[in-house]
């Protein structure tokens, strides 16, 4: 019988221990260690979620490696005093819980970061300050930007994700502002509504008409990228970050483009699954990718441990293939061997690499009061099973879809790299969304989606680039490749009314039925691997 032999790690905890920050509000931490040894070096990590979060945080696992762990509560949340701010706060206060912790008697002086989502944003905005001590981070999973890839996309509102995060972080706050005795019987009257019906929400018009959600007026008022975007930008500058970072992407996470920016400008070793923003397990929407396809199968928590410890050997670049189904490390990102290839859009349906012969567009008519629904992408709704890739059958339907579709493939295309569309089109409205989707057809006739994306424009006639981000697919011998373009994808982006103003202050009876045209010389950009 075998026999481990394992002593036990005996251990010291502190709940709620207090940290005073330089304006006097003192923000609470639950802290970890080991009771004999040391000092130790930290891994501090930072959420807006609650209690709740730390319950997926390695605790036990850094404690191993040797590590004290500091869990933190943002201001105005958990069991920290002062008011959250999103994003603005992030910064100064890593930084002066990283000056408290390097002057603990149990540290050593040295501190890593870590986390996912907002949580790998403080980490980011904290390194941004360069607090002394501060040696590595994990992102995981983060914008690049709080106006782009965040609440913008191509100039669209993402309206799905901001109500969704906005709701939770408002009911946070009613609970935290409740617990501190204040009366908030109002504010959850106006936020169990949008809680309980999620889609009546979306539907809200117009959107400035949405109440119980802080800083929502303020998302929605700014849609360019002005003065009220660039003062939060200065609170993640990545020229000021100098410690080695680790980035974690997944290919139907709403931030890949915003973990590839991070990549690009900051280097680090960049991990790719084929994960959403809330599962790194083996499934994403209606497809399995099988047992290797999860973070827990590539021992993604061991390397990034030993990445905060200075002793990763892992690749520079390790991206799981989808359609082939498996892990492959690469020297960098994006492949320099993948070749862009132009597949055209031709009128007659056809997508092809062979430039279109006629010249006649294809039009269609949009309605925003009928939107074209979301189902499956890179997305964070209240419905957890409407994300990833899911079949599009229904969708391709409606006679405001356009759909370019390959004939059947003879042999394996492989797809690894930057994606985008470039559409010439022209519209009736003053203003107008195009939408571009890619998806695999699959011989039963699935046609699962892949990725897509949106642009926002008020030019009548032109050429419009559709970022799609990026993917690594294996489109299999006999399947077949296909675009969908359309107006709309709601409600993970808001409607474009067409009458050149924004959703922030036009109802739904005022919206304009727009008729569009999409020309053949407009074709989607795939990168192509050599097999």
Known sequence: MPKLNRPPLRLTAEHDSPIPMRDGTILRADLHRPAEGGPFP???????????????????????????????????????????????????????????????PWSNGEVVMSGTSYLAGCALQAAATRPPGLKAVVATMTPHDFHDGLKYHGGAFALGSALHWGTLQAMLGLLHAGEAGEDVGAGFGAILPMLGDPAAAARTLPLNAIGGIPWWRDWISH???????????????????EVPVMHVAGWFDLFLSGTLENHRRLGGPLVIGPWSHTSQGTGTGRLDFGFFSSAQAIRLEQRQLAFLKGEDTGPAVKIFVMGDDVWRDEEAWPLGRAVPIRYHLHSDGLLSPAPPSAAAPVTFTYDPRDPVPTVGG???LPDPTNVGPQDQRDVELRPDVLCYTTDVLTGDVEVTGPVSVTLHAETSAASTDWTAKLVDVHPDGRAMSVIDGIVRTSVPSGVHEIDLVATSQVFKAGHRIRVEVSSSNFPRFDRNPGTGRTGADSAEVGMVVQHQSVFPDSYITLPVVPR
Do not use: K, M, N
């Not at 997926?56 to 004290?68: K, M, R, S, Y």
């Open 42 to 104: 930290t891994l501090l990590v930072r959420t807006p979620y609650g209690e709740g979060t730390f319950r997926t945080v390695p605790v036990v696992p850094a404690l191993e490696a040797g590590f004290a762990v500091v869990l933190q509560h943002c201001r105005g949340r958990g069991g920290s005093d002062g008011e959250f701010r999103p994003w603005l706060d992030e910064g100064p206060d890593g930084h002066d819980t990283i000056a408290w912790i390097t002057a603990q």
């Open 378 to 380: 890179p997305l964070l």
């Open 223 to 241: 849609p360019e990228r002005d003065a009220y975007w660039q003062e939060l930008a200065e609170t993640l500058r990545h020229d000021r970050i």
